[in-house]
């Protein structure tokens, strides 16, 4: 479509007026995006539940891992708009703690002490039911009885009820790419994320708690996290995953 001067003039304009998050709002089929701060960037996909189905993966109808995000957007085809690296797994590729698909649970909750980011309780889960999702630490989602639809642990959880995790340092040593999950306020809006660079834990809690507003926030895991945006033209190759996540079309 060519537009006429005096359209192209007025939409540069409004363009011109529009705050920098108007300008870059996601849509359903393009729901990711840079986001620039704290001298880092991030890239931000944001899924409504009303709008997008977001389910787990973890296992192929032979029993083997989907394994790559390459593998599960080839089974899934065109339809998938958005995946990641879904939380810790062992080395056969299962995962460590709860994990819930299509309402069965694959594995139990693990409230076991032990090292490494998973055990810096507390710990957490994000669930999904319908159109609604969350992400509660493991104490509290276990006294709230949910019957999720799909379920996943990891840890450490990175904000909780509006503040950042007590044992994690404003800036630590470790830096690693980082992927994790928050919640917007109203339950149907989920935002996972994951760094360009290499982050501490402290700026990648602060992406979500100060720039994306989540009063809850998961930690999903580090040096694997991938990220498969159709919009953006990408879909990242690791080592071997466990559990996946992904949003399609409703």
């Given amino acids: 479509m060519t537009l006429r001067p005096a359209h192209a003039l007025l939409i540069a304009l409004v363009a011109l007026t529009l705050p920098p998050r108007a300008l870059a709002a996601p849509t359903a089929s393009e729901p990711c995006r840079a986001v620039e701060t704290q001298g880092e960037t ?3 996909c944001t899924i409504d539940l009303r709008r997008q189905r977001l389910r787990l993966f973890w296992l192929q109808t032979d029993g083997r891992p989907y394994g790559s995000l390459g593998t599960l957007a080839e089974a899934q085809g065109r339809h998938l708009d958005f995946a ?4 810790m797994y062992d080395k056969d590729q299962a995962p460590v703690g709860l994990y819930v698909e299509g309402g069965r649970e694959m594995k139990h909750v693990s409230t076991a002490d032990g090292p490494g980011n998973f055990h810096l309780k507390p710990n957490g889960v994000f669930w999904v039911k319908g159109d ?3 992400v509660l630490d493991t104490p509290h989602y276990l006294r709230a009885k949910i019957r999720p639809d ?11 009820d509006g503040q950042i995790h007590p044992k994690i340092s404003a800036d630590g040593p470790s830096q690693k790419i980082r992927n994790g999950v928050g919640m917007a306020e109203d339950g149907h809006v989920a935002i996972f994320a994951i760094s360009e660079r290499p982050v501490t834990f402290g700026a990648f809690a602060r992406l979500f708690k100060d720039d994306l507003g989540c009063r809850n926030a998961l930690f999903l895991d580090g040096s694997v996290s991938s990220l498969h945006a159709p919009n ?3 879909t990242d190759i690791s080592r071997p995953l466990g559990p996946l996540i992904g949003a399609a079309p409703r």
Avoid: C, K
């Fill in 84 to 87: 990641m690296n879904a939380g």
């Fill in 150 to 160: 799909y379920a996943t642990q990891s840890g450490p959880m990175l904000v909780i």
């Fill in 132 to 134: 609604r999702a969350g």
């Fill in 232 to 234: 953006l033209g990408r």
């Fill in 42 to 44: 991030f890239t931000v």
